[in-house]
């Protein structure tokens, strides 16, 4: 079963920059999914993607965030302004497969 | 709408002694549940389903829906199941996963 790879594995940001984080790569994936996990706290649902559209997002995945798939196999979250309060890893994870496939996760540090 | 409660922040164990990780839920209908462990520096990855009524590592757990409760257990711990365990189970509406808080399991030699 292919993994899940997500770049970078850690990014510093400041506060009100624009951060995209990515899977990549992927092929032949249909179903992808954000999640974010803040330090101490569970990890939540943030969106889902099916066939180049949001198929469901939670009450997180507000305007400041927004998905897609550029070039058919890279899968990046953009968080538009960051807040200190964005600082949390962040999966991405992918279907069909044996449950979910989680990636590595990329821990965002917003300063 | 659905929750699930993992009550059990820690959970620290000498090797060889019994475990039970705790999970209820709350859901209306008939839910799918799951464990996902993660190891240190590692992914979430699938444990088990109580779909599949598998023992995956020695670990089983079984749906109680009386007590709606889907705790898992190892009757031996062992050092290298020192990780963190989270319960799952689907949004409501959908298949999508929500993930209790997690526990921390701790295997003392």
């Known amino acids: 079963e292919p993994e899940v790879t997500q770049t970078p594995s850690h990014q510093v940001t400041q506060m009100g920059q624009e951060v995209i984080l990515r899977c990549v790569p992927i092929?032949?994936?249909?179903?992808f999914y954000w999640y974010r996990q803040i330090l101490g706290q569970k990890v939540e649902f943030l969106v889902s993607?099916?066939?180049?559209?949001?198929?469901?997002k939670s009450e997180i995945f507000d305007d400041q965030f927004s998905v897609e798939r550029p070039d058919g196999s890279n899968f990046t979250l953009k968080i538009r302004s960051t807040k200190l309060e964005d600082s949390a890893m962040y999966f991405c994870?992918?279907?069909?497969?044996?449950?979910?496939?989680f990636g590595s996760g990329t821990r965002l540090t917003v300063v | 709408a659905q929750r699930v409660t993992q009550p059990e922040k820690l959970l620290s164990v000498f090797k060889g002694a019994p475990v039970e990780l705790k999970c209820n839920y709350s859901?209306?209908?008939?839910?799918?549940l799951f464990w996902y462990v993660q190891y240190s520096r590692q992914r979430l990855q699938l444990l088990l389903r109580?779909?599949s009524r598998e023992s995956i590592k020695g670990f089983t757990a079984d749906l109680n829906k009386g007590e709606t409760s889907f705790h898992l257990k190892k009757p031996f711990a062992q050092e290298e199941d020192s990780a963190m365990y989270y319960c799952?189970?689907?949004?409501?509406?959908?298949?999508?996963?929500?993930f209790g808080r997690g526990t921390s399991l701790i295997v003392h030699p």
């Open positions: 994870a992918k279907t069909p497969g044996d449950g979910y496939t």
């Open positions: 092929s032949n994936h249909l179903y």
């Open positions: 993607f099916y066939n180049n559209e949001i198929s469901e």
């Open positions: 859901y209306s209908g008939s839910p799918e």
């Open positions: 109580h779909i």
């Open positions: 799952a189970l689907p949004r409501e509406g959908s298949y999508i996963p929500t």
